[in-house]
């Protein structure tokens, strides 16, 4: 099921304008602070009523300003984070969990409420009312309030900016499994690059109330022009699938082109499907295939692009058995090494380099 | 006890009877009135609001006469309501009838101050997860709103027990019937030597109401801190 | 339609309720019947037997209203009597002050000062518009009328009285007897003013089987006790 | 306008006076109490939320009688209050003290209400950045509360528009000084066939009130809009 | 100035028990979410009134449960940045910006006010209420809300988590120029390990209501047994000071024992103290010095110490001219390349690593 957004509003001064359609898995929307995020996932929620435009979730109309249809957010059966929690503060936890059960239908797996609890580490919390939690144990009931009334469209607002990174990394593969394992659709606004990497199927970049850049994770995190992650974030996207599993604990993959990868073991089953996030500033560049060095990865590529900044430093687009790879370095390092366009170097990562936090199991095909 | 005669005994059991239903009646429609006057629009609200604070604007005694003159066995609502077997004339209903209706303001005023201090933000976390208008009212608004129907109640239920203008005007003071402790406490001053009858009959309706008072206090108090997350 | 047939329902004059808490008690005793008694304003009392109040008699303080139901129809008018009277006295709340004469020499100006006169409402309640007739009557009024503070009954001016905040008041004779913190300085005479008569009656609509045996207990020998104990005097034979 | 006569126009305006005294000077008092009631633990608190109920509960003429015998020219605080030239008995203030005592629960109610529903993360913000109790009740307490200080006091106002039988008892009816509108419509009720004339002076009360009404629906929807931040 | 901290409380489950020294500078509160640091923060602000303990700030006793000394919030002078803003709704941006400065001192520098707003992109929300504000306009504001007041003690609790990337690297430097140029100290809440590593003078570390680790930031996350900020964050902490500018936009700086590192330009004199955290997943180990390669730090080092982990890595401790620098590589790459305790190895790391976001004036000695 996909959503179909494109709408027109105005409050005072901020204009938004925009239309994307996010295909079914999840949506990145990935924007300064102040670009229209929550106001565009307000709109879908239904509690923002858009001047004008049309939005739609698979057949549905949700919104069409032209054929005056407005669906009340009751109707739309969604599961929205909010930015601020928004706790009910007269029900315990427990109560602001099963909220959203009242009013959907009956027919969720008997385990699935205990296995939410257990992700998001809040069993002890159950019988306290919201007033007594702290800020990430609000977050964590707020993110399982949604989860848990089996929406048809998850919103979720920023869900995991006030959680310490081991929390994190512990709520991050369930939002994996949502996005591979059902069909419902998820938006989701985050500020951190490692997140978006990881878990978009589809990355809507806004400014001012505009889109900028929409497209595949692939390609929008790939782009050298598109740094609305800060220049720090920049990389390239490779979908692979995974080889075999060596016996010291690391995994092949194979991309495009029989590129091989070695990371720390991913514990799937050979022939998944792996996404793997590689930043620019993590490749190295040599003229000479290095000797003796710890990396694992030594990767033949021809220099596609060589993109000097205004700093010292320069931004290198490489085709690796034609995967797009990208590497920071410095000019004067380009300089010494002679690097000029369709040059054959090698780029040298470390296996876990490749792994750190960006490696995702690719959305499904189609 | 003999502190006071069986006549001021029926007295006092009338007025609680009376202040008890005048609240608990005036609840339900308190309730309607104030959430439509502080969350809907619509056509009329200046005078829903308005003839809401009637009661409070106009002498009592001028609202007695008006209902003795619409709710009246010969008035227009009380003969129809006196064909379905409904009577407040001269009746203790309608001393109840009287007294909700003098303390009506007050508690939608109550009621309508707690609502509208309900963040609405919480109300659409109640939409977003399926609950329709009438769901969200009753899961989040009205357990929000409790403090305030419960100070509104206490407040209908003390101008209840206190109200007498209206109700003499309206019912009448007819013992063990309509006599309430402020119609009983009423004709005690209107004689030469009652004030120390009169004053007993104030001491006991002071004594309820306060009771009443301490009680909301703490209920309310519970609320607070159950919210507050202790 | 009246109350059920073993007890009659009164509807008197707040005034009077002192001397028919006794005469209700004796009845009781003396026949077994009861009679209950809703004691409020005489114009709250007429209204509502205009709308069609359960009473079987109607004693008010205020010959007007029971005027006023006659003229509807609503009192079976071969039954209306003259039952009480009453009279006007000028009180002060000094007690060492000395009796007066009340006549039209009377320098109630000099008295008052700076002060009030006490008096009901002079154009509303009985006592007031009594007061304020025998006033104009001895050619007082126009001398006594700023200085004037109406209370809605006469107990309410009898209190401004009694607690001193008006030096002297014009109430009736029963409420100024039972009063120990007021001094009567004397009586108007019963000339500068209309009667004051307390009317009973017998609502028509009244089934009750006990009505008439009460109203003529109320001229009976105990009730004209009772009543003159409250110091009024009762005008039935 | 020949609708009314000149002693009822002197009647409206010393009603409008007494309306607006009783509520104007009975909100610092109010909102102090109602602060107290709210945010502080003290002894004696039930004793004065007791207190500040009283008026409801008791009768009126037993509220004017209790008036009469303190704030008279012979009662306690009367006599003081007379030797620095500050008069009740008799006199328009009277009438004003007489409906403010009246009105006053209303007020601290409402008050109360709007200050609990204030979040007092709110005001620990304030003394964080420096504010003392005192300037964090002045610059967030007290506006957050302005929608409860306004509907309290036109609470307030239309009863003590309305208020009549303490305000009769305390300071009587004297033409041009202490005569209220709604004790001129007592006065016409009490007559017979009066019900007319009642009813022209009821119909100026009501529609006054009606304009206070109307007036603090605007500002309190004015407040309620800066405050959501359109 | 600095902050003694040594409380006891109690919420009924939760048990707080710990003690610290906060030196002057920027003491960061780390700890998984519900481990205690909003109550810490509390209680240093007066508003929760522990149970029992002592807090001092220089020779100001805040709080003295033995001695029954407790200061009111508004005499602590604090310039709170909570973890939810806590705006005041009914004043405009502008009057909540200058709500402390009616309560402080009035010596501040005329052009602060422009300066803060400046910083946090404000401007245009001036006029505007909370209620009319993004999150994160509403966190920028709080943030210039606590600065402006001129307090002598910062409590920031995780005030950029709902920044963007870009937003942050423009706070950052005003809290490090904080930190380094005025006395003021500042105790900050925070989950991202940059910031912490960028920030932080010391740290504490916290787990259910307890310290586990303390010390300056060098100790704490130069310690491979101290990961609590998730394995990917483990790294040394360097202390350097500026050597020179090269004219390619490289700057080179000076650690103990002459070891040089080159990073891209610092815009400092030469001579000022800088702080580079360099995190161990960015380390290469090579036996030979690798030549015609684009990473320009190069160190010889002496391996002190190898650590094998449960899974397919090592951490390396390494020693660099007297340096603790750490480096994570994969066990397969410890055997192939036959590293051992004691063996001179060549640490190999990219400018561009060494500079992202890990870059920090050094705490003034002392
Ligand atoms: N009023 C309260 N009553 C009971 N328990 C409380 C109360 N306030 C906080 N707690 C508990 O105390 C613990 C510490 O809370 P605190 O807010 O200090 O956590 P924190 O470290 O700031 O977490 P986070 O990173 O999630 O904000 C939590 O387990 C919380 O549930
Ligand atoms: N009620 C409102 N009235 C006027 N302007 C508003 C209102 N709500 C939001 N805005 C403005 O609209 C713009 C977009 O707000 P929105 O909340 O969608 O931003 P955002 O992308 O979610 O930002 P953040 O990451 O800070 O949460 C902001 O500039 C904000 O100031
Ligand atoms: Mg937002
Ligand atoms: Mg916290």
Known sequence: MSLRVSIRHCFGGFQLDLGFEAPPGLTVLFGRSGSGKTTIVNAVAGLLRPDAGRIALGDQVLFDSA????????????????????????????????????????????????????????????????????????QR???????????????????????????????????????DETEVPILYVSHAPAEVARLATSVVALQD??????????????????????????????????????????????????LRLLIPSVP??????????????????????????????????????????????????????????????????????????????????????????????????? | MSLLGPDEWQAVALSLRVALWATLAGLPPGILVAYALARWEFPGKQVLNGLVHLPLILPPVVTGYLLLLTFGTRGPIGAALKEIGIVFAFHWTGAALAAGIMAFPLLVRAIRLSIEAVDPKLEQAGATLGASRLWVFATVTLPLTLPGI??????????????????????????????????????????????????RLVAVSVAIAMAALILSEVLSRRIAKRVAGA | SGACAEQVTVFAAASVKTAMDEITARFTEETGETARVSFAGSSA????????????????????????????????????????????????????????????????????????????????????????????????????????AQADNVRAALALVATGEAPLGIVYATDAHAEPS?????????????????????????????????????????ARAAFERQGFTVLTE
Chains 1, 5 share one sequence.
């Open chain 1, 268 to 366: 799937r089953a050979p022939g998944t499907p792996l996404r793997v996030h590689i930043e620019a500033q993590d490749v190295m560049l040599a003229t000479t295939r290095p000797e003796r060095i710890s990396a694992l990865n030594i990767l033949p590529c021809r220099i596609r692009a060589l993109r000097m900044g205004n700093g010292p430093g320069a931004l290198v687009q490489l085709d690796a058995c034609g995967n797009l790879l990208l590497a920071r370095v410095t000019q004067r390092s380009v300089s010494a090494l002679g690097l000029c366009d369709g040059q054959e170097v090698f780029a040298v990562l470390k296996a876990v380099s490749v792994a750190k936090g960006a490696i995702a199991g690719g959305p499904r095909p189609g």
């Open chain 1, 209 to 258: 109330g505009r889109v900028t850049r929409h497209g595949s994770a692939t390609d929008v995190l790939g782009d050298p022009e598109v740094t609305p992650l800060g220049a720090g974030a920049a990389g390239a996207v490779i979908e692979a699938s995974i080889l075999r599993h060596h016996e010291d604990g690391l995994t092949e993959l194979e991309a495009a082109g029989g």
């Open chain 1, 67 to 138: 054929r005056r249809i407005w669906q009340p957010p009751h109707r739309r059966r969604l599961g929205y984070i909010f930015q601020d929690a928004r706790l009910f503060p007269h029900l315990t936890v427990r109560q602001n969990l099963l909220y959203g059960r009242w009013f959907a239908p009956r027919d969720s797996p008997p385990d699935e409420i205990d296995r939410v609890i257990d992700m998001l580490g809040i069993a002890p919390l159950l019988s306290r009312r919201p007033g007594a939690l702290s800020g990430g144990e609000r």
């Open chain 3, 182 to 222: 007021v001094t009567v300085l004397g009586s108007f005479p019963e000339d500068s003013h209309a009667p004051i008569t307390y009317p009973v009656a017998r609502i028509r609509d009244s089934d009750s089987a006990v009505a008439d045996a009460f109203l003529a207990y109320l001229q009976g020998p105990v």
């Open chain 2, 150 to 199: 419960l100070a509104g109640a206490i407040l209908a239920f003390a101008k209840a027990m206190g109200e007498f203008g209206a109700t003499i005007t309206f019912v009448s003071n007819i013992p063990g019937q309509t006599q309430t402790l402020p119609s009983a406490i009423y004709a005690f001053l209107q004689v030469p030597g009652g004030e120390a009858s009169a004053l």
């Open chain 1, 141 to 179: 009931v707020a993110i399982g309030r949604a989860l848990l009334a089996r929406p048809r469209l998850i919103l979720a607002d920023e869900p995991l900016a006030a959680l310490d990174e081991a929390r994190k990394s512990e709520i991050l593969p369930y939002f994996e499994r949502l996005r």
């Open chain 3, 45 to 148: 009392l007429a209204r509502q037997i205009q709308a069609g109040a359960p009473a079987d008699l109607f004693i008010s303080a205020n010959p007007g209203w029971m005027d006023t139901l006659e003229a509807d129809g609503l009192i079976d008018d071969a039954t209306r009597t003259d039952l009480l009277g009453n009279s006007l006295v000028l009180i002060a709340h000094d007690p060492e002050a000395g009796a007066v004469e009340i006549t039209s020499d009377l320098p109630l100006a000099d008295m008052l000062g700076e002060d009030h006169l006490a008096m009901a409402l002079v154009e509303a309640v009985p006592a007031g518009i009594y007061g304020k007739a025998a006033l104009e009557a001895l050619g007082l009024w126009n001398a006594g009328a700023p200085k004037v």
